[in-house]
Structures are given as structure tokens and as C-alpha cells.
């Protein structure tokens, strides 16, 4: 099972190694000059129109990431420990083969660390999680296949993901929170229950009661009443939070 501190180790990590690239954001090789005469004399050669890099495409016989998206869409169809531990192990394959790539090792370990989290929750995650996967993979194969895209554009859709992360970290923190309040909730409305149920058991037998343990009980029951009124309300409040 992952733990919060554990969750929380890669949003720090990321976040320094992401300080280190954008520090140098505005820097820039100085454009070269080029006079109009210059260009009169010696006219720019007719090339092919370049083409775009969101236009690159990639068979999937040849992409080196095939077995990643794959994976990406089964885990979309069904989660399964098999699915999920082979995720892994392909995320881990791609860190070591783009290790050298500090965005790409940054995407894989999103992936990574969602993938842990989908894995020890299975049914139980966040339903945000799945669509997480489907993000991150999104972006990762749009920078791995696109060589001409620029080092500005490619920080750019890492640095959404990794927002991405955060916010979802926070719902995850958040609804496990609420689960442990609702639980708390219940709990008590069933201990309460079962405190009821003991003069309720000795009227059933017949035994009499005197006046003041008659009104002792009504008195027993209207605060019961009252305090599991309360408690659904609380119950709505914490539904509706998490449905904001």
C-alpha cells in the first residue's frame, strides 16, 4: 500500500528538477543577422514545407513506445494486477532507455507513480486516476515523437502534467480524509444503536417499567432521533464538498 508520505515524495522531487529546467528559460542563441542585399544576391533555396510536429506520425510497429500506449489502454478497459505490474515494468524499461532525457525520465515517473497508486487501490482508486494515465501518456508520446518540438514547448506540457499531479494528489488526500470522517460518523451511529437497544429488549419481555425509566427511555430515543438527524445532515455536508 502506498502512504501519503509516499505520494508525496514525487510531486517534491519533480518540483525541484523542474526549478533546475526552466531556470534558463530566457536565454537564447543570438539570431544572425541577415542584410537585404545579402539576400538579393544569394536568394533562399525552395525546400519542402516543413512539417509540422504535431504532424509527425509514428506506425505503432515502429514506435518505441507501443508497448507503453498498449498498456495505457488496457488499464482503461480493466485494471488487473497483471496489466498493472507489467505498466511498471515497462515504465521502468523506458526510464532506463531515456535516462539521459531529464523530460522524458520526468514523464515516466508520473506514470510511475500513478501507476503504484492504481495498482495498491485498484477499484478503490480515484476515479480521476485513469483519466491521469491517459493525460500524462498523451503528452509523453506528443514530446518522445516529435523531435523538432522546441525545449520551452516540451517544459510547457511537462509542467501542465505535473500541475495535473498536484491537484490530484490534493483530491486524493481530501477524499480519504472524508472516508475517514464518514467512518468515524458511522461508527458512532452504531454504537448509539446498540446502546438503545437494551431497554428495548425489556419491554419486549414484558417486564414493566417504573414511570421514570419510561421517560428515562423517550428521553433516550429523542436524543437518538435527534443525533442521527445531525449525523446524516453532516454526512450531506461531506458528500457535497467532495462532489465541488
Known amino acids: 500500500m502506498t502512504t501519503k508520505d509516499d505520494e508525496g515524495s514525487l510531486g517534491a522531487e ?16 543570438p539570431v544572425e543577422k541577415i542584410s537585404v542585399a545579402k539576400q538579393a544576391k544569394n536568394p533562399p533555396k525552395k525546400t519542402a514545407a516543413p512539417v509540422a510536429e504535431s504532424a509527425v506520425t509514428v506506425s505503432d510497429e515502429d514506435s518505441p513506445i507501443r508497448n507503453l500506449k498498449a498498456l495505457v489502454f488496457s488499464i482503461d478497459w480493466e485494471i488487473t494486477d497483471e ?17 539521459d532525457d531529464q523530460i522524458l525520465t520526468l ?19 480515484h476515479p480521476d486516476a ?57 461508527q458512532d451511529s452504531r454504537a448509539a444503536a446498540a446502546s438503545a437497544k437494551t431497554p428495548e429488549k425489556s419491554l419486549a419481555t414484558g417486564a414493566s417499567l ?6 428515562a427511555l423517550d428521553y433516550i430515543v429523542e436524543q437518538l432521533k435527534k443525533e442521527i438527524k445531525a449525523e446524516f445532515h453532516t454526512l450531506r455536508q461531506i458528500i457535497k464538498n467532495l462532489g465541488a
Open 210 to 215: 417504573p414511570l421514570q425509566s419510561k421517560e
Open 83 to 99: 496489466t498493472m505490474v507489467d505498466f511498471l515494468t515497462e515504465t521502468k524499461r523506458l526510464m532506463q532507455k531515456y535516462k
Open 14 to 29: 519533480v518540483s525541484s528538477r523542474l526549478d533546475e529546467l526552466f531556470g534558463d528559460d530566457e536565454s537564447g542563441a
Open 107 to 125: 514523464f515516466l515517473k508520473l506514470h510511475e507513480s500513478i501507476g503504484k497508486y492504481i495498482k495498491a487501490k485498484k477499484a478503490r482508486a
Open 130 to 186: 485513469i483519466a491521469f494515465v491517459a493525460s500524462v501518456y498523451k503528452n509523453f508520446e506528443k514530446v518522445l515523437l516529435s523531435p523538432g518540438m522546441q525545449e520551452k514547448q516540451k517544459k510547457q506540457l511537462l509542467g501542465s502534467e505535473v500541475k495535473k499531479f498536484k491537484e490530484f494528489k490534493q483530491r486524493i488526500l481530501l477524499r480519504d480524509g472524508a472516508s475517514e470522517d464518514v467512518q468515524a460518523e458511522l
